[in-house]
């Protein structure tokens, strides 16, 4: 952590894409969450915080990390686009938001996959009007080759395949939400149910 801030307290914000940076501060030091703002990237931010329809331009692949660490620090303080709306269902409980991550994890995830090919992946799927990034210059990954920033983030995102199924309510009354209809199994103690 010391070294992650001697390094970058005295560069310029990044323009470029640099993945997540999420910091958590189990121990109240200061020094964690101005580390973490050293990832900020205002231009974009800024944008949200007003409310500004103005993104167009930007690569969703690079700044959704930032959003999903800003989430992450107002949680503490206070990795995707599904993980956005994950954490939205969790705070506000409308189902918008968890149809959105259904929808993305279907359609966004599962199609990043070729077929049955173990580890032969793309990491976006374009959505212009007959484009196919499969086509392009990239192509499609393999399981040894293919060490683009974003590849990485394609495989992660087959790890949420089990996540997010279940959200428990921890109110005086016990609720349960089931978002994903998948097959699982669940163990709530809360209301004694297997």
């Known amino acids: 952590l010391v070294w992650s801030f001697r390094k970058t307290a005295g560069l310029p914000t990044p323009g470029t894409p640099y993945g997540g940076w999420e910091a958590s501060d189990s121990e109240g030091d200061q020094k964690h969450l101005l580390l973490a703002h050293l990832f900020d990237k205002p231009c974009f931010l ?31 303080t206070g990795d995707e686009l599904y993980k956005v709306s994950r ?60 060490c683009w920033c974003c590849y990485g983030t394609g495989i992660e995102s087959f790890s949420k395949l089990g996540d997010s199924i279940y959200f428990e309510e921890t109110t005086n009354v016990p609720g349960l939400y089931v978002i994903q209809y998948i097959p699982s199994s669940l163990d709530w103690t809360a209301a004694q149910i297997s």
């Open 46 to 76: 800024g944008l949200l915080a007003m409310k500004a329809d103005d993104l167009s331009g930007f690569h969703s692949n690079a700044h959704i990390p930032i959003v999903v660490g800003a989430q992450n620090r107002y949680e503490i």
């Open 87 to 146: 954490n939205l269902f969790r705070w506000t409980k409308q189902v918008m938001y968890a149809d959105y991550y259904e929808r993305a994890l279907t359609n966004g995830v599962l199609g990043i996959q070729k077929g049955t090919e173990l580890g032969v992946m793309i990491y976006m799927l374009p959505l212009g009007h007959g484009v196919s990034k499969g086509k392009s210059f990239h192509g499609w990954g393999d399981q040894f080759n293919s």
